[in-house]
């Protein structure tokens, strides 16, 4: 509720990721909220699940108070 997109990935998606981390320098993921995506440097996608309401309040920059407030 901070803000900060939850993903979560399997545990050899995750040990896949950190080991290029370990071997690439400037190493960077690209975060696809809307298609609910990891992809890697080299291509590699890996998806994610996030609550549909969840996902809304992100887009939308809400959090518990705006959602108070709208």
Excluded at 23 to 28: A, C, P, S
Aim: contains cysteine; negative net charge; hydrophobic residues 35%.
């Amino acid at each position: 509720q901070n803000g900060i997109l939850p993903v979560v990935l399997k545990s050899e998606e995750v040990l896949t990721i950190m080991k290029d981390v370990i071997d690439v320098e400037g190493y960077r993921l690209t975060v696809d909220l809307g298609r609910q995506t990891v992809t890697t440097p080299n291509g590699l996608t890996y998806r994610f699940e996030i609550d549909p309401f969840r996902k809304d309040c992100l887009y939308r920059g809400l959090d518990a108070i705006g959602l108070t407030l709208q």
